[in-house]
């Protein structure tokens, strides 16, 4: 059980401390008073949960697993429905059978899910026809409407992104353990898109051999309830802090601080700085904690942050998610690694070959191509196996729609058919296939490392 955190000194040592990114709200009463009641809400996940998650993930420090961790850009209030969770859960099974089966490796199945309603941004404000508003910065804050009202960041909406947050996971709990991810259903997750997609056939062909293993192992006396369930673990950026402090719980066994509002939390590129709030902040709690790094970060920054959030070196407490850009990885990663594996820390390095990726379309939309997502990981791929370690996974914002949103695959989108259905209210999503064509790609790199 964990208990309020009120009276434990360190669960507010970030407070002293310059937090970016945070709202702007016009009226702190109203904030304190949201804080208060969401103080006394109950936890979303367990620490348990996150210490298991932790062991999974110094297993993927140590070599011995693969990440996989994806999700929505940016969650959605009114994408809580039974429909999209299915959608983006099914996506992310069936990658993860592809990894596992044509990977050979065992894959920890962490989602951008069920608390990632809250967005950095690079601008404060946005201007259209001459009107200049507040930014967009998820629906914790404040509403996509290009409205002065709906861009009034209203302190409401944390409550929203609790409640919220509760339904996704509970709905994921059910779809995990409740039999839809049994593994024997690997068939049933492709029904829908087999036909006429050529990575919904390849994905069909490995579903066959997959079921052949389980015929194979069921036939060997291997417990068929073995495969009824699939574990599998929610994570969101770690961005304001006023949320996840109200969730942050001291654990009744240890004694020691969680941020029991997901598995596994990350600090983003734009708020990991060594003396603000956010790193501050997750040097505190025990959950497993990500750090984006993009191309400006050097060594000494690096094991810096190793030295203030895993000052014990304990394998699965840091994940280094590098987005570097398709043209910078080759470039940039080497030293990092380099240095970070000669300084003894045993950090899971996982590639996000989304965040330095982005392009502005002559359309006006946000997008990327599928063809430097894969570059950059191929890049990643690269560089770790020159230096001997291990590439433990990938970060990637997907959606189990079949929007278009990025540019490419192999059931290619042009950049003329962007407008067909571009929906993220933040940065551009794979859509299915594209996330399919990844997974094959991936495991097959993972193979040949
Ligand atoms: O998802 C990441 C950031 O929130 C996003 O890339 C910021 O986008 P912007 O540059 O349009 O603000
Ligand atoms: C904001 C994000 O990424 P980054 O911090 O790497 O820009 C994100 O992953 O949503």
């Known amino acids: 059980m964990t208990v309020n955190a009120k009276t434990d000194a360190s669960a507010?040592?970030?407070?002293?401390?310059?937090?970016?990114?945070?709202?702007?709200?016009?009226?702190?009463?109203?904030?304190r008073d949201v804080v208060a009641e969401l103080e006394s809400y109950p936890p979303l996940v367990f620490a348990g949960e996150c210490d298991q998650l932790r062991e999974r993930m110094a297993a993927v420090a140590r070599g011995e697993a693969f990440l996989l961790q994806g999700g929505d850009c940016a969650e959605a209030f009114d994408a809580v429905s039974a429909e999209h969770i299915r959608n983006k859960l099914k996506t992310l099974l069936q990658m993860g059978a592809v990894l596992t089966?044509?990977?050979?490796?065992?894959v920890v199945k962490v989602g951008r899910i069920a608390g990632q309603y809250s967005k950095p941004r690079s601008k404060p404000t946005?201007?259209?026809?001459?009107?200049?508003?507040?930014?967009?910065?998820?629906?914790?804050?404040?509403?996509?409407?290009?409205?002065?009202?709906?861009?009034?960041?209203d302190p409401q909406r944390l409550k929203r992104m609790y409640q919220a947050s509760a339904s996704?996971?509970?709905?994921?709990?059910?779809?995990?353990?409740?039999?839809?991810?049994?593994?024997?259903?690997?068939?049933?997750?492709?029904?829908?898109?087999?036909?006429?997609?050529?990575?919904?056939?390849?994905?069909?062909?490995?579903?066959?051999?997959?079921?052949?293993?389980?015929?194979?192992?069921?036939?060997?006396?291997?417990?068929?309830?073995?495969?009824?369930?699939?574990?599998?673990?929610?994570?969101?950026?770690?961005l304001?802090?006023?949320?996840?402090?109200a969730l942050t719980r001291t654990d009744s066994r240890s004694g020691k601080l969680y941020d029991v509002s997901g598995h596994m939390v990350w600090v983003g590129e734009r708020t990991r700085q060594l003396?603000?709030?956010?790193?501050?902040?997750?040097?505190?709690?025990?959950?497993?904690?990500?750090?984006?790094?993009g191309p400006t970060t050097t060594p000494e920054e690096a094991l810096t942050l190793i030295d203030r959030i895993d000052p014990d070196r304990t394998p699965g407490r840091l994940t280094?998610?590098?987005?570097?850009?398709?043209?910078?990885?080759?470039?940039?990663?080497?030293?990092?690694?380099?240095?970070?594996?000669?300084?003894?820390?045993?950090?899971?390095?996982?590639?996000?070959?989304?965040?330095?990726?982005?392009?502005?379309?002559?359309?006006?939309?946000?997008?990327?191509?599928?063809?430097?997502?894969?570059?950059?990981v191929k890049g990643f791929f690269e560089v770790h196996k020159a230096l001997g370690t291990h590439p433990g996974g990938i970060h990637v914002e997907?959606?189990?729609?079949?929007?278009?949103?990025?540019?490419?695959?192999?059931?290619?989108?042009?950049?003329?058919?962007?407008?067909?259905?571009?929906?993220?209210?933040?940065?551009p999503r794979l859509n299915r296939s594209q996330s399919l064509d990844l997974a094959f790609l991936v495991a097959e790199m993972y193979r040949h490392q």
């Open 320 to 376: 280094f998610i590098t987005r570097m850009g398709a043209d910078k990885i080759r470039d940039r990663l080497p030293t990092l690694v380099e240095k970070v594996a000669a300084s003894g820390a045993q950090v899971a390095w996982v590639c996000d070959p989304m965040h330095g990726n982005t392009f502005e379309a002559a359309s006006g939309h946000k997008t990327r191509r599928f063809d430097d997502v894969l570059d950059e």
């Open 126 to 153: 946005e201007t259209r026809d001459g009107v200049t508003l507040p930014t967009y910065r998820g629906d914790s804050v404040n509403g996509f409407e290009f409205t002065p009202e709906a861009r009034h960041p």
């Open 12 to 31: 507010h040592t970030w407070r002293d401390l310059p937090a970016a990114q945070q709202p702007d709200y016009p009226d702190s009463k109203a904030l």
């Open 101 to 106: 089966y044509a990977g050979s490796v065992p």
């Open 275 to 293: 003396d603000g709030a956010h790193i501050e902040f997750v040097s505190r709690i025990e959950n497993p904690v990500g750090v984006k790094l």
């Open 168 to 238: 996704t996971l509970n709905l994921v709990r059910a779809f995990t353990t409740g039999g839809y991810a049994d593994l024997r259903q690997v068939h049933a997750w492709n029904q829908d898109f087999v036909k006429n997609s050529p990575s919904g056939q390849r994905y069909e062909a490995l579903a066959r051999e997959i079921d052949r293993a389980l015929n194979f192992m069921n036939a060997c006396g291997v417990d068929p309830e073995e495969f009824k369930t699939v574990e599998f673990f929610a994570s969101h950026e770690a």
């Open 398 to 427: 997907l959606t189990g729609d079949d929007v278009t949103e990025c540019v490419g695959g192999g059931d290619e989108i042009f950049v003329d058919d962007l407008h067909q259905r571009y929906e993220t209210a933040c940065d």
């Open 240 to 245: 304001l802090l006023d949320y996840e402090g």
